[in-house]
C-alpha cells in the first residue's frame, strides 16, 4: 500500500484533551476499525467500546493523557484485536461462508448521502474512505491472516504508523511488528492479481449483467474465467450456496437457475467497497451485493452477500 487511508502520525501526536478534537477522531477510528474487522457492525461497536471507556475516565485523567488521539488508537486497536480473536470460534460455526460486509461509495448509499437532506453523517458507511485497502480482494486476503499480522500490516502499511508506534499499541517489539507486516504482504503478493482498471471492470461487469439478465449461458461462460470462483453469504438467513460454486460454466448455470426461480429479480450497477459490483433487488428490496475481481480480462471471483445484516448500508430503514 503506497496512500495511507486516513491521516495517521500526524493526528496521532494530538496532545489536545479538548472535546471536539477527541469526537473529531471518530471517523479515523471508523476506518481503522473496519479495515481490521471487515464488519461495519463490529467497527461501529469497537469504535462505541473505545468512546465509552474514554469517557467512564474522571476529567483530570483525560486531561493527563499526552495524546489523546495515540489513546484512542491503542485501546480501539485492542478492543479490535480482541474482536479479531473471538471472530474465529464465531466463524467456525457460522452457517456457509464468511465474506466481509460489503459497502456502498456515499453518493449511492441508499438512506441518502450528506446532502440530501442530512446535516452530517448518520451512519459509519458515510465515513470509510473507498480506496484499495477495502476492495473485496483485499479484505478476503486480510481475513486469512493471523490478527496480529492483520494489525501490524493495516497501522504501518496503511495507515503509516511508524513500527516503533504499532510496537506500542499491540504491545510487542518493532522488530515483531516488522516481520508480522512482512508477512502478511507476502500473502498479498500471494493472493492478488493484478489490478484491472475501473473502466475496464465496470465494462465487463456490465456486460455480465446484461448477460445475467438475457439468461445468456454462452455469454456469462465466455465473461467468466474457466476456473471462476463464486462464493455466497446468506449466514443461515436465507437460502444461498454454502459452498464455493468452482468453474465459468457451473457458475453460469447457477446464476441462471436463480433468475428462473427468482423472478422480477433487478439488477442495478453500483460501486462496491470501491470497485464496480452489482445489486440485486427484489420487489424494491436489496436481497444481494456483489463484488468481482478480475483476471486477464475475465471475471475471475464472484463474491455475493445476501446476508440481510450485511446489507444495513443498503437497505432502507
Request: hydrophobic share 45%.
Amino acid at each position: 500500500m503506497s496512500t495511507p487511508s486516513e491521516p495517521g502520525p500526524a493526528a496521532h501526536h494530538r496532545s489536545e484533551a479538548d472535546p471536539a478534537a477527541v469526537v473529531g477522531e471518530r471517523r479515523r477510528l471508523i476506518n481503522l476499525a473496519y479495515r481490521l474487522l471487515g464488519s461495519l457492525a463490529e467497527a461501529e461497536d469497537a469504535v462505541q467500546e473505545t468512546y465509552t471507556r474514554w469517557y467512564a475516565m474522571p476529567r483530570r485523567q483525560q486531561e493527563a493523557i499526552e495524546s489523546p488521539a495515540a489513546w484512542l488508537t491503542t485501546v480501539a486497536t485492542r478492543v479490535c484485536l480482541d474482536l479479531l480473536g473471538s471472530a474465529r470460534a464465531r466463524r467456525e460455526r457460522y452457517v456457509g461462508e464468511w465474506i466481509p460486509e460489503p459497502l456502498p461509495d456515499r453518493a449511492e448509499w441508499i438512506s441518502g448521502p450528506v446532502g440530501a437532506g442530512r446535516t452530517g453523517p448518520a451512519d459509519p458507511a458515510d465515513w470509510v474512505t473507498l480506496d484499495e485497502s477495502v476492495n473485496m480482494a483485499f479484505l478476503v486476503v486480510l481475513e486469512s491472516m493471523t490478527p496480529a499480522e492483520r494489525v501490524a500490516f493495516i497501522l504501518h502499511d496503511v495507515f503509516r504508523y511508524p513500527f516503533a508506534e504499532v510496537a506500542e499499541i499491540v504491545g510487542r517489539t518493532p522488530a515483531a511488528c516488522r516481520q508480522l507486516a512482512s508477512s502478511a504482504r507476502r500473502r498479498i503478493r500471494a493472493a492478488q492479481a493484478p489490478t484491472a482498471p475501473t473502466a475496464g471492470q465496470a465494462g465487463l461487469v456490465r456486460h455480465f449483467k446484461h448477460a445475467w439478465e438475457a439468461r445468456d449461458i454462452p455469454a456469462l461462460v465466455d465473461l467468466l474465467d474457466p476456473d471462476a470462483t463464486m462464493i455466497a453469504d446468506g449466514g443461515g438467513m436465507v437460502g444461498t450456496a454454502l459452498r464455493p460454486v468452482e468453474g465459468g460454466v457451473h457458475i453460469a448455470r447457477y446464476l441462471i437457475g436463480i433468475a428462473d426461480r427468482v423472478p422480477g429479480l433487478t439488477l442495478l450497477e453500483r460501486t462496491v467497497n470501491g470497485r464496480p459490483g452489482l445489486v440485486a433487488q427484489h420487489s424494491g428490496v436489496t436481497v444481494t451485493v456483489a463484488a468481482f475481481d478480475l483476471n486477464d480480462g475475465r471475471i475471475s471471483r464472484i463474491w455475493a452477500v445476501r446476508n440481510p445484516e450485511k446489507l444495513r448500508p443498503w437497505s432502507e430503514d
